[in-house]
């Protein structure tokens, strides 16, 4: 459900830590691994080198017309066919860049900086697996502790019905990741981007609703637990009904605004069903407590008594004696200084009120560097450098009153208090965390299609499997969590969460993106860039959801082992295709 994500098990932020910084050491390191291009090699070397860069060249300019666009990469497929990593990076040089731009461009990285002997292809290998590894940390972690703190906070302060909270801010909260990466993909303007973001958003609902969905009915035990048939039905129905939209728009093959935007209205139906359902069954009824009472505030507007923000943080361990007491206090040292490289750039620039983290420094230093940060965000983009001075200083100087205006307002004893201040910390708070993630989501979007054209792997395929799976494993740890230790009341949530949350990243996601992606071509309608993995996606993904309308009404309405079985193995062969037709085994 919505809060899966940021309540279940989390990785420790050490591993992810050690990988950034054994990254750092493997680059340092790298020099004697790297080959100079211009060094007085054996004769043959070099005359191979040489043909192949005149080859290179060639091409270059067979294909500088098509290649030199505005605001759009050439087409990454004509490296495959060069041969020679130095003719490799000079293609690279004479071209715009074929990939979705980040922060680092990785095909550079790659073949001009590591194309040289095969242990420096390696070390290139091995610090761009590190690099995913931090990324997928980092894009969830910022969901969790940030984004998902400030919608909850939000929607208390708010005062928004559960049910309406539930299916759109805290949903958003879940699905934050995948939404993130949705977008970024198609607002690349590549289409190895859009790919990657239409096979991520087709590949992480299939895997929740069938191997998530599986493993929990496996977990609830071999009698099963029963569902409550109206929630059941009634998303199953919206999810089959979005697929059917979105499998009409990816047959056509292009989409304009006007189409995006009623495939986005489909979930605002959803929401106001939720809603009126909810309304219905809470007529005459006292308001639960327990999980929805922080979303219902009955106090003044400026009371005190305001529900807290999650904790996410783990309880520190106790020593079981005196002896161990110090190592234990190095332990802690050595990972707080690992954790560091990657925290505190968040912390310093995400207002955060939560009480479990308050500190009025980071508060007033938050305040003034978040403007900073959005100006240099909005100042990196190529096509928006003409004012780039100006609107870095402006955003000093909105950064120097923010920070003032927080020092006079804040206690360094406790965060604000009460509805009208809280508001705008939690809103500038969802701000901040909503660009970090936008970010974080362009550079691994960047990052996979870039891995995709090194390897040789399509990256829609990457997106179908690898950015699925790691945006789905919280998903995957957090939901069987609750079915195994909530009782009949967890397993319900996490049945629901299983559909519920690819509903959401299926409609807005998808309709989201391709809305913008739309909105940006106008009068033109948008190209959808649709390969055999979306509609073997869409396919399995239709069969799963009739498998679990089929087999859970006739099973009187329980999640049992027959269930799971069943989702489990649609997706087994789901991926044995893509498996088959990635290794040439059929097509």
Request: proline share 6%; with cysteine; aromatic share 8%.
């Amino acid at each position: 459900m919505a809060l899966s994500r940021g309540r279940g098990a989390r990785t420790s932020p050490a591993v992810p830590s050690a990988c950034f910084l054994l990254l750092f050491v493997l680059l340092l390191t790298s020099s004697s691994l790297l080959t100079d291009p211009r060094r007085d090699g054996d004769s043959s070397s070099s005359s191979s080198n040489s043909r192949a860069v005149a080859g290179q060249r060639t091409i270059l300019g067979a294909t500088s017309s098509s290649s030199s666009s505005p605001g759009q990469g050439s087409d990454c497929s004509e490296l495959q066919s060069i041969e020679g990593g130095e003719a490799r990076c000079a293609y690279l040089r004479a071209h715009s860049p074929c990939s979705p731009a980040g922060y680092i461009d990785y095909l550079r990285f790659f073949y001009c900086g590591f194309s040289g002997a095969p242990p420096a292809a390696a070390a290139a290998c091995a610090a761009l697996a590190l690099w995913l590894v931090v990324l997928f940390y980092l894009l969830g972690d910022t969901a969790s502790e940030y984004f998902c703190a400030s919608l909850e906070g939000l929607s208390s302060a708010l005062r928004l019905p559960p049910a309406v909270a539930g299916v759109t801010l805290l949903s958003l909260g879940n699905g934050a990741p995948d939404v993130f990466a949705s977008v970024v993909s198609f607002a690349s303007g590549d289409d190895g981007g859009a790919g990657v973001g239409l096979s991520s958003a087709l590949g992480g609902a299939l895997f929740v609703s069938t191997v998530v969905a599986g493993v929990v009915a496996l977990a609830v035990g071999r009698d099963g637990v029963v569902v409550e048939w109206r929630g059941f039905v009634r998303d199953l129905c919206f999810l089959l009904l979005a697929l059917c939209y979105l499998l009409a728009v990816l047959l056509n093959g292009a989409v304009t605004v006007w189409v995006a935007v009623s495939f986005l209205s489909l979930y605002v139906g959803y929401v106001v069903l939720v809603w009126t359902s909810h309304c219905c069954a809470q007529q005459g009824k006292p308001q639960p407590a327990g999980l929805t009472a922080p979303l219902l505030l009955d106090e003044d507007d400026d009371d005190d008594d305001v529900p807290s923000l999650p904790s996410h943080s783990k309880p520190e361990p106790s020593a079981p004696g005196a002896a161990s007491t110090k190592a234990i206090a190095w332990l802690h040292c050595l990972a707080r200084a690992l954790c560091m490289p990657l925290y505190l750039p968040r912390r310093l620039t995400i207002p955060d009120i939560a009480p479990h983290r308050w500190s009025r420094p980071y508060a007033i230093a938050s305040a003034a560097l978040a403007p900073v940060l959005l100006a240099f965000t909005w100042t990196s983009h190529s096509h928006r450098r003409q004012h780039s001075v100006e609107v870095l200083i402006g955003g000093a100087v909105l950064g120097v009153v923010l920070g003032a205006v927080a020092a006079v307002t804040t206690d360094a004893g406790s965060p604000p208090r009460g509805r009208k201040r809280r508001v705008p910390w939690l809103a500038a708070g969802f701000a901040m965390s909503v660009l970090w993630a936008y970010t974080l989501a362009r550079e691994l979007v960047a990052l996979l299609v870039s891995i995709g054209y090194v390897v040789g792997i399509k990256p829609s395929v990457l997106g179908v499997t690898v950015l699925a799976w790691g945006d789905s494993l919280g998903d995957l740890v957090s939901n069987v969590a609750m079915a195994v230790h909530g009782g009949a009341g967890g397993a319900q949530t996490a049945v629901s969460g299983c559909y519920a949350g690819p509903l959401f990243n299926t409609v807005v996601g998808l309709g989201l993106s391709l809305a913008l992606a739309a909105g940006a071509q106008r009068p033109a309608p948008f190209v959808v860039p649709v390969d055999a993995a979306a509609y073997e996606a869409v396919g399995f993904f239709g069969a799963a959801l009739a498998w679990a309308l089929f087999v859970v009404p006739v099973r009187g309405m329980r999640i049992d082992r027959v269930y799971g079985v069943g989702l489990i193995a649609i997706y087994l062969c789901f991926f044995a295709v893509r498996v088959a037709e990635t290794l040439g085994l059929w097509s």
